[in-house]
């Protein structure tokens, strides 16, 4: 099965450490990185696209992608 994660978070180390963590979980990068301003926060937000093939496992929606 392949699952797929849209990571967010503020323009800060905190957003460099989830990426990192998902890459060290086995998630691979998927496109480019987004970041836009947020106007209501008032901050930039970053965003990374990650995939990752897990064997054994069907699909189901009710899944914590996170936790794989």
Do not use: I
Request: hydrophobic share 30%.
């Amino acid at each position: 099965m392949k699952l797929y994660r849209f990571l967010t978070g503020p323009d800060d180390s905190s957003f460099c450490h989830k990426v990192t963590t998902a890459l060290n979980k086995g998630w691979h990068l998927h496109g480019s990185p987004t970041y836009a301003y947020d106007a209501e926060a008032k901050t930039m937000r970053c965003g990374q696209a990650v995939c990752k093939e897990v064997d054994g496992l069907d699909y189901t929606p009710d899944m914590k992608l996170g936790e794989y």
